[in-house]
Each structure stands twice: as C-alpha cells, then as structure tokens.
C-alpha cells in the first residue's frame, strides 16, 4: 500500500474514532464529575464537560497504531522510540485524568510532565549537539547530562504550552490542528515519513473533537488533552532531532507552536517578576487581551487561526531556504511578534480610557481555562 493511501487511512481513522468517543466521553464526564465550572478567570458561563482530552489521546494512539500495522517500514529503527511515545501519553493520560476529575496540584502536575520527559529520555530521546545559528556544519557536543536536562525541559515546556493557550472554545484544538498539519509537510517534504503518521494522527484526531469544542462548545479537552498534545509534539520534534541537527529540527515546531510558546512564556517571566507563583492562572493571556478590545470569541479564536497559519508558512519557508538565512528570517518574525504585542497594549490602553471595563465576560459566551 502506498504511503498516501496510509496517511489517508490514518487521518480517517483518527477523525472517526475522535467524533465517535467524544460524546461518550462528555456523557461519562458528566457521571463522574468532571466538569468545568465558570469561575474569576473562566469565559463560560455555565458548567461543561471537561476530559474530552481522552478521546483526542485515543484515537491519536488508535490511529497511529493501525497506520504502523498497515505500513510496518515507517517504524523501521524507530520502534522503541514510538513506544517511549505512547507509554508517556498514557502516563499523561491518567495524570490528566485525575485532575480534571479531582484536580492536582501544580506541582504534583509537574511531577507528571517530568515523568513522561524521562520516559522519553529512557526510550533514546536525548538532544546531543547544538548547531550554530550561523553555520549548519559547525555543532556543539553536549554532555550528556546537560543533554538529559535540555531534553527534559524541552518536553515539559512544550506538554505545557497548550494547556496555557487552552482558554476559548476550539482555540487549542484548532491550534493543534494547524500545527500538525504544518509540520506534516515539512515532515514530508524532508522524507520524515514516520513524523508524517505521527502528524496525521494528531490532525484527525483533533479535527474531529473540532466538532463539539468550536464555540458553542459541548466539551472541553480539559488537562487529559492539552498536556497529552503537548508531549506528542515535544516527542515528535525530537524524534526530528536524531535525523538532524538540533537547530533544524526544533525550528519547525518552535515557529508552528510559536503562539502557545509566546504565551507561556510572557504568562511565566509576567507571573515570576510579580512575585506571584509561576503556574497561577490569570486573564492576561493572549486570548483574554483580544477579548478585552472587544472581540467576540469566534473572532478571537479566527484571528489566531490566521495568525498560526501565518507562522506554519514560515516555518515551511525554514526549511527551503539556506539555513543561514533561516536565522535573519527568525529575528524578523521576533521582531514582528514583539510589534504586535505593542501595538495589542496600546489598543488595550486606548480601549480601556473608552470603557470602565474591558475584562468583563460577555453572557452567552462561552470558552474554557484548563490552567
């Protein structure tokens, strides 16, 4: 069978399963408790099914699962790592799980993400060199130890910069969509076939959980999928690491996921130079900032939409023009992300002397903070 056909068959596959279990998934989180309730830093306005992040991680796991039965060569030398793979999603799974049921401690949290990074770590995910950001002969051999440590803090930061952007209906999902379907072609145009199934499968997955998380949402992915999208996209990016330099193979996932990396960060360095506890939750993220200016959810989440869309063809154009310009084209696009973050705050300040008080939740709305 080609490889066309089986990327089609997986993306199906994933799709189908995604749109069968998430209304099963929605009717056990109503059974069990696992439900969102509005709050101070909530847009909805009325308690949703939180959890639909297991339908998201299965059908991914299902999907991924038949595409290597169908086409067994794409796992050739990469067995064990697609293994680390799915046992760190399982992991997350249950940490998952229990906190949108019970809710966990940020810490203990942490402590899940930590042990998945070391799962991976375990199964031969290990970042080893460095390449100069002007020279792609030129590398750095990193020790081991630092290699571990770099690896482990790449995992835990990206398992978590999905779950900070997780605040409006079919924002993160669409987020992800986008991005998997980015870095399936630059998977493909660099013969990455088995990052290509990975790629899929979180495509069809997400694109059918779409369905019932776009605003109006029935159900949100809760901690059980932001966290579980996260860690696949650290896992795949590293899987890129051991066919090429480390510079490379991070930059597509940096510039894809650029807005849920952006976000984190800001949302870290803002919460750590107030003093306050760095996984505190506030209403400062992007998402909040564009409903302050008087953006409607579905307009919010459109225009991030674009803004992703915009980034993953950056991110293709990286790895088509020599890597020494990639570096230019990097600061540009930082450039450009900082002159949108000012030009944001003075429409904010220009707002806020127009109205009393932009942060206030619109009724009938509806979104979702899985922080």
Same mark, same amino acid.
């Given at each position: 069978?080609?490889?066309? $056909?089986?990327?089609?068959?997986?993306?199906?596959?994933?799709?189908?399963?995604?749109?069968?279990?998430?209304?099963?998934?929605?009717?056990?989180?109503?059974?069990?408790?696992?439900?969102?309730?509005?709050?101070?830093?909530?847009?909805?306005?009325?308690?949703? %099914?939180?959890?639909?992040?297991?339908?998201?991680?299965?059908?991914?796991?299902?999907?991924?699962? $038949?595409?290597?039965? +169908? @086409?067994?060569?794409?796992?050739?030398?990469?067995?064990?790592?697609?293994?680390?793979?799915?046992?760190?999603?399982?992991?997350?799974?249950?940490?998952?799980?229990?906190?949108?049921?019970?809710?966990?401690? %940020?810490?203990?949290?942490?402590?899940?993400?930590?042990?998945?990074?070391?799962?991976?770590?375990?199964?031969?995910?290990?970042?080893?060199?460095?390449?100069?950001?002007?020279?792609?002969?030129?590398?750095?051999?990193?020790?081991?130890?630092?290699?571990?440590?770099?690896?482990?803090?790449?995992?835990?930061?990206?398992?978590?910069?999905?779950?900070?952007?997780?605040? /409006?209906?079919?924002?993160?999902?669409?987020?992800?969509?986008?991005?998997?379907?980015?870095? !399936?072609?630059?998977?493909?145009?660099?013969?990455?076939?088995?990052?290509?199934?990975?790629?899929?499968?979180?495509?069809?997955?997400?694109?059918?959980?779409?369905?019932?998380?776009?605003?109006?949402?029935?159900?949100?992915?809760?901690?059980?999928?932001?966290?579980?999208?996260?860690?696949?996209?650290?896992?795949?990016?590293?899987?890129?690491?051991?066919?090429?330099?480390?510079?490379?193979?991070?930059?597509?996932? +940096?510039?894809?996921?650029?807005? %849920? /990396?952006?976000?984190?960060?800001?949302?870290?360095?803002?919460?750590?130079?107030?003093?306050? @506890?760095?996984?505190?939750?506030?209403?400062?993220?992007? @998402? @909040?900032?564009?409903?302050?200016?008087?953006?409607?959810?579905?307009?919010?989440?459109?225009?991030?939409?674009?803004?992703?869309?915009?980034?993953?063809?950056?991110?293709?154009?990286?790895?088509?023009? %020599?890597?020494?310009?990639? !570096?230019?084209?990097?600061?540009?696009?930082?450039?450009?992300?900082?002159?949108?973050?000012?030009?944001?705050?003075?429409?904010?300040?220009? +707002?806020?002397?127009?109205?009393?008080?932009?942060?206030?939740?619109?009724?009938?709305?509806?979104?979702?903070?899985?922080?």
């Amino acid at each position: 069978m080609s490889l066309a $056909i089986t990327y089609l068959i997986v993306f199906a596959i994933a799709v189908a399963i995604s749109l069968i279990l998430t209304p099963i998934v929605r009717t056990v989180a109503r059974r069990v408790g696992a439900m969102d309730f509005p709050g101070r830093r909530k847009i909805h306005v009325k308690p949703i %099914p939180s959890m639909g992040g297991i339908a998201i991680l299965l059908a991914f796991m299902a999907s991924l699962i $038949i595409g290597l039965k +169908i @086409h067994p060569a794409l796992a050739a030398g990469l067995a064990d790592k697609l293994s680390g793979v799915l046992l760190g999603c399982i992991i997350l799974l249950g940490v998952g799980i229990y906190d949108d049921i019970k809710g966990l401690r %940020p810490t203990i949290k942490l402590a899940g993400h930590i042990a998945a990074a070391a799962v991976l770590v375990l199964h031969g995910f290990t970042i080893e060199k460095f390449t100069s950001p002007l020279s792609e002969s030129g590398s750095l051999e990193i020790p081991a130890t630092a290699g571990v440590l770099l690896t482990i803090l790449w995992v835990v930061g990206l398992t978590n910069s999905i779950n900070l952007i997780d605040g /409006l209906d079919g924002l993160a999902s669409g987020i992800v969509l986008i991005a998997s379907m980015t870095m !399936f072609c630059v998977a493909v145009y660099r013969a990455d076939y088995v990052i290509g199934l990975l790629c899929v499968a979180i495509a069809g997955s997400a694109l059918g959980f779409l369905k019932y998380n776009f605003y109006p949402a029935s159900i949100f992915m809760g901690d059980t999928g932001s966290m579980g999208l996260g860690f696949i996209f650290a896992a795949m990016s590293l899987i890129g690491v051991s066919k090429s330099t480390v510079a490379v193979a991070l930059l597509v996932p +940096i510039c894809s996921m650029a807005v %849920p /990396l952006m976000d984190t960060g800001l949302a870290f360095l803002r919460r750590v130079f107030r003093g306050e @506890h760095p996984f505190k939750g506030d209403r400062e993220h992007l @998402h @909040h900032r564009l409903l302050a200016i008087g953006l409607s959810q579905r307009q919010a989440v459109i225009f991030i939409y674009f803004i992703c869309v915009y980034l993953g063809v950056i991110a293709f154009i990286t790895v088509l023009i %020599p890597f020494t310009y990639t !570096f230019l084209i990097l600061i540009i696009l930082a450039m450009g992300l900082v002159l949108a973050l000012k030009s944001l705050a003075y429409l904010e300040k220009h +707002i806020a002397g127009i109205t009393a008080d932009v942060s206030e939740p619109r009724g009938g709305e509806m979104g979702e903070d899985s922080e």
